[in-house]
């Protein structure tokens, strides 16, 4: 099988998108030897992904247009001869090849109030796009559900194939971050600070309740990113925002936390909560479809009830820590596996 890859954000971009370009790329390539495989990348970036390539072999193609929807909707249907194009949320207009087009989420159709209008502009043609697709993949039932809530003319494309953690989360090293937290003093949230991730209500909830002290503080992880958060007082000690750490500083956290908490308002994923489960890290989470079906034994939740989230955290912290909850964790293999089984039954269907 001939797979071109839209590697645009292999270099720029979020670091969870770049994870996951490089993580579908090198999955596919270890996995399964006898496909030809081909990244269309930034022409600015190609020799910094020929790096990443290094002896493997895959070839590096040049796409020259931006920002990425434009290149993928004009480019990358003819960017080289293949099989499948593989694409990242924007699906390629014309295409001799199967187009199967990974969407993250439609979140935006459903919550435009969580995103800023460049955001917006941004994700606007995804599912207009999506129409063009042959295969519409995500990561969870979640997703798939509201895919086809929101745009009921892609069902049947709809396939959910999953996620899984970063190679360098698995493989890491814990390491303490040097922040003077004592194991099993501090209770911990993770991800992006943005409105969405609802880090303002629980900062509220904790210290309205009194569950956070400078002894027992909150430590928030995570970059500024969209809408902006509350803000806080850097002099309380009872929160503490640490920006964000590298993956052994992390896995520290994760195995050191009295609790891990996520109050985001919605995901279609919600990695955080695999690393956490993971690192063994008991956790009460927002009662939302995604976590659901991540941890379906995990405590819930109202992440708009300041009242409900500080009542989860109190009674997590009333006795002895509980067993992180079962999260089923793919390999990139078996995700990479399934992607490649989809598209395997659409090109017998041609």
Not at 201 to 221: C, F, K, Q, Y
Request: charged letters at 25%.
């Amino acid at each position: 099988m001939r797979v071109l890859f839209d590697a645009y954000w292999w270099v720029e971009g979020q670091v969870s998108g770049r994870r996951v370009v490089d993580s579908f790329v090198r999955t596919w390539s270890a996995a399964f030897l006898g496909d030809e495989l081909t990244v269309a990348v930034p022409r600015r970036h190609r020799t910094q992904v020929a790096e990443l390539v290094g002896d493997a072999p895959i070839d590096v193609v040049p796409v020259r247009l931006s920002p990425h929807g434009v290149s993928v909707l004009t480019e990358l249907g003819s960017a080289t001869d293949a099989d499948v194009v593989l694409a990242q949320n924007y699906t390629p207009l014309r295409s001799r090849a199967l187009r199967a087009t990974f969407v993250h989420d439609l979140m935006f159709d459903e919550h435009p109030e969580f995103f800023t209008r460049l955001e917006r502009a941004y994700f606007a043609g995804m599912p207009w796009s999506a129409r063009f697709a042959d295969l519409v993949l995500t990561s969870t039932r979640a997703e798939a559900d509201r895919i086809v809530r929101c745009r009921p003319g892609l069902a049947g494309k709809v396939v959910p194939v999953g996620l899984s953690v970063p190679e360098s989360f698995r493989s890491r090293r814990a390491i303490d971050p040097g922040l003077d937290l004592a194991p099993g003093g501090f209770l911990l949230c993770v991800g992006r600070l943005n409105v969405r991730k609802n880090v303002g209500r629980l900062v509220d909830a904790v210290l309205a309740h009194g569950l956070v002290t400078p002894e027992r503080p909150l430590v928030v992880v995570g970059e500024p990113d969209g809408l902006a958060t509350t803000r806080h007082d850097p002099a309380d000690r009872r929160v503490r925002f640490v920006g964000g750490v590298d993956d052994g500083a992390l896995a520290w956290l994760y195995e050191n936390c009295r609790l891990f908490v996520f109050p985001s308002l919605d995901e279609g994923f919600g990695l955080p909560v695999v690393e956490a489960a993971l690192a063994g890290a008991p956790m009460v989470l927002s009662d939302i479809p995604a976590f659901r079906e991540l941890a379906p034994a995990a405590a819930f939740f109202d992440p708009r009830d300041t009242g409900s989230i500080a009542a989860a955290v109190r009674a997590e912290l009333a006795g002895p820590p509980s067993p992180s909850p079962v999260v089923e964790v793919p390999s990139w293999t078996d995700v990479v596996g399934r992607i490649r089984a989809a598209v395997e039954e659409r090109l017998a269907l041609r």
